[in-house]
């Protein structure tokens, strides 16, 4: 498969990818050179709109459809239009999306269309409870009772450190260290309306092979952004980026809510600071969909999405297709 970038006429990342109306769409951050010095809070990602892309097929040609949200039309948001995501309920269609707020504390957004394109009519406030970066819905199909569930989190510049104690503390700069556990992403259930969260959140608990929980210190595996779940043969997926050892790792679970066990990496480091994805089936194949800094030659934060099949064996253990 090929290794170019599927979209070169703009600058794309964190592409969430979904199979909606037989075809493929994908819902990616919107790079855009911001002229802002690199930075640990990563100011530098300064994106002001999405825009929305579907395919036909994953070697075929891509189609853009042009803006489907743009900060100025988001009523509570100042700034930073992050990895968003979509789900689908009924034909209306939702994007979920973080930015910061007027106080500059990262929220969920929340957009409708009647569309998968777009565009999509934003919430006046976010969606109350939330908190934090990388929003990612998951909804159950129909024989396993449909429910909706909305997970979210992000270290560093994703400020989910500062909420250690439930109410948001600016001074919390630094995720936790030594051996304490890590911090996980959250999750709550999404209400039918998937507008607004139906209970309470819940952080994700993610064990190491010996069932004991992931700690702070293992940068190799904890948590770090980019939360994304899929379910497969009744098993749950939770994968992640690890953030600043740059993997692309999961976990599988029983549950949707975990505790979800460590199984292994999916993605070495590529070039550029983050990596972020998304897994979907699509015409009875597996992809992962996820970003590099190939387009702009290695500049962090101006990226470009690319897929690769991935494999999934008897045992249910992922890895990409030789
Ligand atoms: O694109 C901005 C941020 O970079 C995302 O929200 C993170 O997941 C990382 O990819």
Avoid at 193 to 218: C, F, K, W, Y
Wanted: include cysteine; charge should be negative.
């Amino acid at each position: 498969m090929s290794d170019q970038p599927l979209i070169s006429h703009v600058y794309t990342a964190d592409p969430s990818a979904h199979v909606f109306e037989g075809k493929l769409y994908l819902y990616p951050s919107h790079d855009i050179d911001s002229g802002l010095e690199s930075n640990d809070n990563g100011d530098q990602y300064a994106m002001r709109d999405y825009h929305v892309f579907s395919m036909e097929s994953v070697t075929g040609p891509v189609t853009d459809h042009g803006v489907a949200l743009a900060l100025e039309d988001i009523p509570w948001a100042s700034a930073q239009l992050w990895a968003p995501d979509a789900a689908e309920r009924d034909g209306r269609y939702f994007l979920y999306f973080p930015a910061r707020d007027k106080d500059g504390i990262f929220r969920i957004g929340v957009a409708v269309s009647d569309s998968p394109a777009g565009p999509f009519l934003p919430d006046p406030e976010p969606i109350a409870g939330t908190f934090s970066i990388d929003p990612c819905s998951f909804v159950e199909d129909a024989a396993s009772g449909g429910a909706a569930y909305l997970y979210f989190g992000g270290i560093w510049g994703g400020q989910l450190q500062c909420w250690q104690s439930g109410t948001f503390d600016k001074d919390a700069r630094v995720e936790p260290m030594g051996n304490v556990p890590a911090l996980g992403p959250r999750v709550a259930k999404l209400s039918d309306d998937m507008r607004s969260l139906a209970g309470p959140v819940i952080e994700l608990t993610i064990l190491d092979e010996h069932g004991n929980p992931l700690q702070a210190d293992d940068h190799d595996r904890r948590f770090f952004e980019g939360a994304w779940v899929h379910k497969h043969n009744g098993v749950y997926y939770l994968s992640y980026s690890t953030g600043d050892t740059h993997f692309l790792v999961y976990a599988t679970s029983d549950s949707p809510l975990g505790p979800f066990t460590y199984q292994g990496r999916i993605l070495e480091p590529v070039l550029g600071w983050t990596t972020h994805h998304s897994i979907v089936q699509y015409q009875d194949k597996w992809y992962l969909f996820h970003h590099d800094a190939s387009l702009s030659g290695g500049v962090n934060h101006l990226r470009c999405v690319k897929v690769k099949e991935l494999t999934c064996d008897e045992a249910g253990k992922l890895a990409l297709k030789q």
